[in-house]
């Protein structure tokens, strides 16, 4: 009966892969010299057995389709011991044989927390070596962020599921890729439509894939789900356990919540069970008015959001040449982008006018976090209706923040306004409202 339940914990953990097999065949996990055949059970190193007991087998597949991220101790106790009690020096022996096998940095022991798998996987079962291949230099060039990089990025990722239309996570890759193109990029193109499309269809083929979750978090923040998006995350985690996605994606919704604090939170919780994760709490961080925060951990290719920082802090040079340089470098920007970028250089130039023809010209339909930023902007020069009437467009299309109305310095000589503080009130109700609801979604016991 306890291997009966061994095998099912295990068999749930191989759904994923099993939902990506493609017609190419079954075929083995591939990390440096080592192959491994989970139908088989078999470990070969250059095409040699490698003989390991079933406790160590397992241990290994788990980290193994987990490549790169944490496994938690429990995690691991739970599945190759289910409703057995055993000691840490079961574990520790399991890990000890494996690190003889594949080598001591093989396996990272996370103080506290587990382990993390470190070599990198350059196959799996039922996904083509040809079709992983370009997947994993799909995500290598997503990873960059440019223009240039995600149009590349995206073309691989859709020549994988042309190839392999069960590969959930070319799918859901794919998606991001449309996603972010279709905020950057001035070409005009149906990519959110795209986008939708495309992880729509990562979540039908495996409706538990962290990352498929993850980018539809971006995409739903942006349409004014942030509530929906901060109670479903919550749930997934306690459900789960712990997922870097999920965590990433609280950030993002939690931030467009207005709850700021309880963003960085899910930032710690992120990177501490994926160290490589990016998130967006240089955003959170600015919202904050930690300025410095904002800036040291902003590790995007460069647009806007360090060049508004290094302006918040009254350093206006190294913001006008930031935002200079890139507008005159970036000629593919999409209008959206570079208004936001242009209009922050007029305003900090001096050109009134340029300024606000700038930010009369665009249409934004579910950007709320750039409305958010156009606002301060208005702020900035002084024109209090402008700046509210953007305040309240980005509340209602999902995103606001009472911490960031009373602390930015820009909104300070708004303070005394009936109307300024009637959005704050509103802000501070919606904060409320969504703060209920993640808590009896869990929330709070999934940060501490």
């Known amino acids: 009966m306890l291997e009966f339940a061994r095998r099912a914990v295990l068999g749930k953990m191989s759904e994923r892969s099993k ?53 938690r101790r429990d995690e691991l106790i739970e599945a190759l011991w289910p409703d057995t009690y055993v000691t840490d020096a079961n574990l520790t022996n399991v890990i000890v044989s494996l690190r003889k096998i594949l080598g001591r940095d093989a396996i990272q022991t996370v103080s506290k927390f587990g382990y993390r798998f470190c070599l990198p996987v350059l196959g799996e079962p039922g996904v083509g070596p040809t079709v992983y291949t370009s997947f994993l230099e799909g995500k290598q060039m997503a990873t960059v962020r440019s223009l240039d990089s995600m149009a590349r990025a995206r073309d691989l990722f859709a020549l994988c599921v042309a190839k392999d239309p069960q590969f959930a996570p070319a799918w859901a890759w794919l998606g991001r890729c449309h996603r972010f193109l279709d905020k950057f990029n001035a070409a005009a193109s149906a990519n959110l439509e795209l986008a939708e499309a495309s992880l729509t269809r990562a979540l039908a083929i495996d409706p538990d894939l962290a990352c498929a979750h993850h980018f539809y978090t971006q995409l739903q923040v942006d349409l004014g789900q942030s509530q929906d998006v901060i109670v479903r995350l919550a749930r997934r985690i306690a459900a789960r356990g712990g997922e870097p996605e999920s965590f990433a994606g609280l950030v993002q919704g939690l931030r467009f919540c207005g709850l700021l ?31 410095e925060a904002a800036i040291e951990s902003y590790t995007d290719t460069g647009y806007y959001l360090d060049a508004a920082s290094w302006a918040a802090l009254d350093d206006t040079r190294r913001a006008v040449e930031l935002l200079a340089e890139r507008l005159r470098k970036t000629q593919t920007l999409s209008k959206l982008m570079s208004g936001l970028m242009g209009s922050l250089l007029a305003v900090l130039e001096d050109r009134r006018g340029d300024a606000e023809a700038l930010m009369k010209g665009l249409q934004i339909d579910r950007e709320p976090e750039v409305v958010f930023y156009l606002a301060r902007h208005f702020a900035m020069l002084n024109a209090p209706e402008e700046s509210l009437d953007l305040l309240q467009r980005a509340r209602t299309q999902g995103l606001a923040s009472s911490h960031t109305l009373l602390n930015d310095t820009v909104f300070k000589r708004f303070l005394k306004r009936a109307d300024f503080q009637r959005e704050l009130n509103l802000a501070r109700v919606r904060e409320k409202e969504a703060r209920v609801a993640f808590e009896r979604a869990g929330g709070k016991a999934v940060l501490s």
């Open 19 to 71: 939902k990506n097999k493609s017609a190419e065949g079954e075929g083995a996990y591939r990390f440096g010299e080592f192959a491994l055949n989970p139908s088989e059970r078999t470990l070969e190193r250059r095409k040699r057995p490698v003989p390991l007991s079933p406790k160590v087998f397992d241990a290994l597949l788990l980290f193994v389709r987990n490549a790169e991220h944490l496994v």
């Open 261 to 291: 604090d309880e963003s960085v939170l899910a930032h710690t919780r992120a990177t501490t069970l994926d160290p490589t994760i990016i998130t967006s709490v240089p955003h959170t961080y600015f919202l904050r008015c930690e300025y």
